[in-house]
């Protein structure tokens, strides 16, 4: 949190008190503001939160653990597809939401350590090879495994999943609070999906400020010397693998329940590379680039489709690039800029992995 | 005198290269022991067969009276022998405080429920990681860098944290590969001061160095390696003497293959 506020620009470094609350009442009330601007664009924002929750996870394996992976979308579909199974018609089973969520969590951490095994010996480009194949492979199976028995109903994918209930309450439902008063379901999800993203920011920050966080950028700083020091790099490497995997499960069942349809073409290669892109840009190992990065990257392409065709048609009279087309040249360009003008990132600041300040308030105590 | 480290018949091949050839020696506790000869001469190879980051041929260690398991690092520090490189090898992004917290990982437990938690075990263990990384910063000197991202740190800061590093494994036998390699004769001297502070406090080091000066007033023994074998083994002054160490120095060739 703490990060996030210091990045808060020309307001965080001078009143960080104010920083913070603006950014609360900015995250509270990010729904109503889009709303004015229409329904889709809370829907937009809903898939923001999503994507925070992908980045942090992958952040978590990228940016803390050093291993490259791009194949970590495999973990979404492994969640939304749990969810999928075990709660729509496609099967006839019909499980609560609270029961299903640590499943997809445990599945999507079990899929992690099987990924995890087979790599354990490579690094950086070969790493990033065989993760993207096992993307691909998962990809693939969701696509092909319709025949001869039918699990994932092929490219048609599974719909009709059913909306998240939290102890009776269907959030698919608008709210009524009075009879002339409720709030519309985008909201409720929006905020379903913030407190899970608070959540998350809270572990991640716990896993960091500890001795697997130190464990782990031992790792990637160095893991001959991590060896010499006596971190077990083969489990730790495993445990990165697998609770990276368990946000992208999480992240992956919210999505699979709150879309109402899974399909394997949400989980195309070009997902996992604009998760990536997303942890590359908004500043690899700290938290607060990987959800600016998420943020800015996720809102980026839906504004852009806003703009260029009206933008278009009053200057050319016609449309003449797709926005599509527009979103993944301006995407590139933009890496390249950053890359050129920004190397680490958005927020290129250093992870902190201990809490030394603590102790000196402690030692004023005794 | 009680044996710490008992190698026997230690032997290590890389393809056509003998590095090792039925290396034994014993190290016992509270000395300092060093581990000299020309270079390639095998003794980097030895303390990399020795902390489990090369698998050996042959051979064995003792140490504490039991077999040490080969080629598992992290099995070998648990044990109480701790490393340093002869290129230093820090975690650069990391601050010097965070360094040896990170080489206080061994004597941890603090397990993901309890991290995710923060239960009362794992804030204890955490504040008391911290406490003993500033300790081990304040014994080598340079508590006053603990923010201090490693990699902005001077050379000899850098040498000293890697002791630092490795003291926070708490260590029975403290191998240190040259550590003197690049430091200037004030920095050597401060070297000499801190090894023999580390042999007082009851911890057993081995050395690998060129400094035949450092060598001869800190060493209570030194072993030679010429060609991967054990050519002399001898309190300092007897090593100097002997003919067949003056050889393989100043290459009289006796040992050429």
Partial sequence: MNELVAAVPWLGKRNPMAARWLLIILAIAAPFIAMQFGRSWVRILDFALLYMMLALGLNLVVGFAGLLDLGYIAFYAVGAYTFAFLASPHFGIHLPFWMVLPLGAAFAAVAGIMLGFPVLRLRGDYLAIVTLGFGEIIRIFMLNLNYPVNITNGPQGINMIDPIVLFGWDLSRNLQVTEEISIHSLYLYYYLFLACVIGSIIFIQRLQISRVGRAWAAMRDDELAAKAIGINTRNMKLLAFSLGATFGGVAGCLFGA??????????????????????????????????????????????????????????????????????????????????????????????????????????AAK | MISLLEARNIGKRFGGLQALTDVSLTINKGEVYGLIGPNGAGKTTFFNVLTGAYVPDGGEFVFNGSELPSGKPHKIVGRGIARTFQNIRLFKELTALENVMAGHHIRTKAGIWGILTQNRFTREEERLTTERAYEMLRYVGIERFAETVSKNLSYGDQRRLEIARALATEPQLLALDEPAAGM??????????????????????????????????????????????????????????????????????????
């Fill in chain 1, 258 to 363: 709150f879309q109402g349809f899974v399909s394997p073409e949400s989980f195309s290669l070009m997902e996992s590379i604009a998760v990536l892109t997303m942890v590359v840009f908004g500043g690899m190992g700290n938290i607060a680039g990987a959800i600016v990065g998420a943020f800015v990257l996720a809102l980026l392409p839906e504004i852009l489709r806003d703009v260029a065709i009206p933008l278009q048609q009053t200057l050319f009279g016609k449309v003449i690039l797709d926005p599509e087309v527009l979103r993944m040249l301006l995407l590139s360009l933009a890496m390249i800029l950053m890359m050129l003008l920004r190397p680490a990132g958005l927020i290129p600041a250093r992870a902190r992995y201990a809490h030394p300040e603590n102790l000196h308030r402690g030692g």
């Fill in chain 2, 184 to 257: 200037n004769a004030t920095e050597t001297g401060q070297l000499k001061t801190l090894i023999e502070q580390i042999r007082h406090d009851g911890v057993t080091v081995m050395l690998i160095e060129h400094d035949v000066k450092l060598v001869m007033g800190l060493c209570d023994r030194v072993a030679v390696l010429d060609f991967g074998r054990k050519i002399a083994e001898d309190v300092p002054a007897e090593v100097q003497r002997n003919e067949a160490v003056i050889n393989a120095y100043l290459g009289g060739g006796k040992h050429a293959h």
